[in-house]
């Protein structure tokens, strides 16, 4: 299950996955980012919240690129994440470095719960 939110006062999209993702759920999530990434201004925020997370289907990593993606160029500048536990990363970090790391300027932050991601995306 995937859950996508945009707050544009806050310049933030915010992605929470749960459950099991297979590649259709994933397909879907990245229509709906492209749908919502307009009311997103350049140099916004995006918050990846995977701590309902239970498994993500190999398959997802065409439409996870697809969204990076998006967020490049767009000119998303702070990419925040939660992974409470880091085994389920679920290969997040590794793919930022192909679509991210050539961008200076891209803030990549990994939190353990929403409550810390939320309180650094405050200050």
């Avoid at 006062?9 to 999530?29: F, K, P, Q, Y």
């Avoid at 932050?109 to 929403?114: E, G, L, Q, R």
Wanted: net charge negative; hydrophobic share 35%; aromatic share 4%.
């Amino acid at each position: 299950m995937h859950h996508v939110e945009i707050d544009p006062t806050a310049h933030l999209l915010t992605i929470s996955w749960a459950g099991h993702v297979d590649s259709e759920e994933a397909r879907r999530c990245c229509e709906e980012v492209q749908k919502h990434l307009a009311g997103i201004e350049p140099r916004g925020r995006v918050l990846t919240d995977l701590s309902g997370l239970e498994s993500m289907d190999h398959e997802c990593a065409v439409h996870l690129d697809r969204i990076m993606d998006l967020f490049h160029r767009r000119g998303v500048d702070t990419v925040t994440r939660v992974i409470p536990n880091p085994y389920k990363d679920v290969g997040f970090n590794i793919m930022s470095l192909f679509h991210y790391h050539h961008r200076h300027g891209v803030h990549i932050m990994t939190c353990k719960s929403v409550e810390e991601a939320r309180r650094i995306l405050q200050s």
